[in-house]
């Protein structure tokens, strides 16, 4: 089941990989285009946007099955 949310996501979502906190700031208080985004952040980072309203989930990092 999570492979296949991490799949969507990967192919809906926009990667901005270490910049996720940075980018979800933006687009939450309206300085960037609304959009779905993934990247990392750390612990910190996610807990600092969560107190500041903006929702965000996690995704544990699955490998890929390339065969």
Known sequence: ???AVKDHVEKN???VGPRFADEARKIHYGESDKRSIYGQATREQAEELVE???EVGQIPDLPN???
């Open 52 to 54: 500041e309203g903006i």
């Open 13 to 15: 979502f926009e990667h």
């Open 65 to 67: 099955l390339d065969g």
């Open 1 to 3: 089941m999570m492979r």
